[in-house]
């Protein structure tokens, strides 16, 4: 994989964020009204608000959620080299897996992906780090209650 990008916490989640809903509305016709992305060590979850197309939500109407789901699923399986090099020029990283889960009422999208590696500077690190920082506040008595 190329070089880190430059963006890094926020700023890359929101970028990640964004590029999703562009892509969704590039190849999909519509995308999504909402999007947040979320980093845990190796994996990045992208949760999508909103964006059904009107035949969606027509055959919705009609009780055919299986047949939506079933054609997002085959858009999203065709879609996932798209995807993927998406996530992986944005963060850096190389992406082994990726799954997508739609659902309805209300209507949200996950994406899933899953990188090679955990980073090592990720959110484990950090919730370590805080957890021995509260516990040295605790043991010298600085701790609140």
Same mark, same amino acid.
């Given at each position: 994989m190329?070089?880190?990008?430059? /963006?890094?916490g926020g700023?890359?989640? %929101?970028r /990640?964020s964004?590029?999703?809903?562009? %892509?969704k509305k590039?190849?999909?016709?519509?995308? +999504?009204?909402?999007?947040?992305s979320? =980093? /845990?060590?190796d994996?990045?979850?992208?949760? =999508?608000?909103?964006?059904l197309t009107?035949a969606?939500q027509?055959m919705?109407?009609f009780g055919? $959620?299986n047949l939506v789901?079933e054609?997002r $699923?085959?858009?999203e399986?065709d879609?996932t080299d798209?995807?993927?090099?998406?996530?992986?020029q944005t963060?850096?990283?190389t992406?082994?897996?990726?799954?997508?889960?739609i659902m309805?009422? +209300?209507?949200i999208?996950v994406?899933m992906f899953?990188?090679a590696?955990p980073r090592?500077? &990720?959110?484990? %690190?950090?919730?370590? &780090? $805080?957890?021995?920082?509260d516990? %040295?506040r605790?043991a010298?008595?600085?701790a609140?209650t």
């Amino acid at each position: 994989m190329a070089d880190p990008p430059e /963006l890094r916490g926020g700023d890359m989640l %929101a970028r /990640l964020s964004d590029e999703m809903v562009r %892509a969704k509305k590039q190849f999909f016709g519509k995308g +999504p009204e909402q999007a947040k992305s979320y =980093m /845990l060590d190796d994996l990045l979850i992208v949760v =999508m608000r909103g964006g059904l197309t009107t035949a969606e939500q027509t055959m919705l109407r009609f009780g055919r $959620q299986n047949l939506v789901r079933e054609f997002r $699923q085959l858009f999203e399986n065709d879609m996932t080299d798209v995807l993927t090099g998406l996530v992986e020029q944005t963060t850096g990283r190389t992406v082994v897996n990726y799954q997508s889960q739609i659902m309805f009422d +209300p209507d949200i999208i996950v994406e899933m992906f899953f990188f090679a590696e955990p980073r090592e500077d &990720g959110i484990k %690190a950090t919730l370590e &780090g $805080q957890l021995r920082d509260d516990a %040295a506040r605790t043991a010298d008595g600085s701790a609140g209650t």
